[in-house]
């Protein structure tokens, strides 16, 4: 198919918010785009299902405010008013010991947003908070683009910087491995770096949490594929690509199949066995990325648990509560009895487990002995509630593993060949993978994809 007399056809691999973002981004330029997608639906690592009659997401998903393209996605979708955003900041932490403390930012401009929520924290010493300031003035300083930030992990530099292991656990380790889904001790310095400046230090509001008020399988599945459709696109669910190869081609479901630019918008596991060495001749370090698991433990009781209150602040409005824990295997726990459809006075909880390498092969048994202690260590009502299900979802390549030396691995967008480009959270966005990562990459694959376009469109020859 050439490119003279239409604006091209565009063969995007992999349906995930990547793909997705990439196909609505080129399609309000008037270019043609088909999704092929190997799992029967749209969404990638996001997704939902049903179980007992209640509709279950894969995983609790946030963003925060500052997460500009992904918020830019949702406007595309028509589904702002899908999703619900923090007036300000608000986490309430509890510990098993009954002890709690509440971060919340004062409506003043960054970096004193945050002062008056460190001053108050009471899950730490004032000469801990004293020195959580400083920690976070130095950070500020710091690039984190710097490839030297990238050799070296956040927990050894927060230790350089007077951090003891009651700061470490009780404030860093409960933003950045929620983030980066990797502990401290792990994680890239420079990774951790961004997540704080621009979600904690930069704008006021930039770390105010927002929660999808729908089913995943709604925001990122039915809504953008209604969308897509309604905009001339296509989507091939359950189709197979095998190869890649010059033309540009795919082999999809053993059938060739023509396009004028390709974008594989799909995990780096599968891009490095795809694209072709020509166009990327690193493509076999890319496995040095890894993967990061995620495990989420989802109870339902038969009253209130979290919402019963007994001391337990709420934040993020009455339909969106959620709270941190810490000095526990408990992380972070989300009501979803509304958007599950739950009735009849009972309550779900899903708790959700970032780096849970610990726990992604534990039989669910053992999970469920572990967890229904913790929670009930930290909700005095789950002592009296029954549990009426309890089940476990895990992720084990939920993210690439955000280590040291993991950001010189990271391609760019384009390849070695003018038509084949990347697309995906792992690719170099500038940003963790996160579902922001994956947006913005997939803006600028589109980009990338029109200027080809115009470019072989202009020299008037194929794109192939």
């Not at 990439?22 to 997608?37: K, M, N, V």
């Not at 709690?100 to 460190?118: F, S, T, W």
């Amino acid at each position: 198919m050439s490119t003279a007399g239409g604006q091209g056809e565009v063969a995007i691999v992999g349906g995930g918010l990547a793909g997705i973002t990439t196909a609505l981004a080129l399609q309000e330029t008037g270019i043609r785009t088909t999704i092929y997608e190997a799992r029967p639906r749209l969404g990638g690592a996001t997704h939902s299902f049903t179980r007992g009659g209640l509709t279950v997401d894969n995983g609790q998903h946030i963003f925060l405010k500052c997460c500009s393209a992904y918020q830019g996605l949702l406007g595309r979708l028509g589904a702002t008013d899908r999703v619900r955003v923090q007036d300000r900041l608000d986490i309430p932490v509890l510990t098993p010991g009954g002890a709690g403390g509440r971060l919340r930012r004062a409506k003043a401009p960054g970096p004193l947003h945050l002062v008056p929520a460190l001053a108050g924290y009471r899950l730490l010493p004032p000469a801990d908070r004293l020195r959580a300031v400083r920690a976070s003035l130095a950070l500020d300083r710091l690039d984190p683009d710097d490839p030297a930030h990238d050799r070296v992990t956040m927990g050894a530099w927060l230790a350089r910087h007077g951090q003891r292991p009651q700061a470490r656990d009780a404030l860093w380790d409960l933003f950045v491995t929620a983030a980066l889904n990797i502990r401290l001790d792990e994680a890239a310095l420079g990774s951790a770096a961004m997540v704080c400046k621009t979600g904690l230090l930069g704008r006021s509001d930039a770390a105010d949490i927002g929660v999808p008020t729908v089913p995943l399988g709604d925001l990122h599945g039915t809504i953008p594929a209604a969308k897509i459709e309604r905009g001339g696109g296509r989507i091939e669910l359950g189709a197979k690509v095998t190869a890649v190869d010059a033309g540009p081609k795919l082999v999809v479901d053993g059938s060739p199949v023509s396009a004028d630019a390709v974008v594989m918008a799909v995990p780096h596991r599968v891009a490095s066995s795809l694209v072709p060495a020509e166009a990327s001749p690193e493509r076999a370090e890319w496995d040095g990325l890894g993967s990061s698991p995620i495990v989420n433990v989802h109870v339902v009781y038969d009253r209130p648990v979290l919402r019963a209150g007994g001391g337990v602040p709420r934040a993020g409005g009455r339909d969106a509560p959620f709270v941190a824990a810490v000095g526990s295997p408990v992380q972070w726990v989300f009501d979803r009895t509304a958007i599950s459809g739950l009735t009849g006075g009972g309550e779900y909880l899903a708790v959700s487990v970032s780096a849970a390498d610990r726990w992604i092969d534990i039989p669910t048994a053992e999970i469920r002995a572990v967890y229904l202690a913790e929670l009930e260590r930290l909700f005095p009502a789950a002592r009296r509630a029954r549990v009426t299900d309890f089940f476990v979802t895990r992720e084990r390549h939920a993210t690439f593993r955000q280590s040291p030396g993991t950001g010189a691995l990271r391609p760019a967008s384009a390849t070695r060949l003018p038509w084949l480009f990347l697309a995906g959270a792992w690719t170099d966005t500038g940003w963790p993978d996160t579902m922001e990562g994956a947006v913005r990459s997939g803006l600028t694959a589109a980009r990338l994809v029109r200027r080809h376009l115009n470019r072989v469109r202009s020299d008037g020859v194929s794109g192939r």
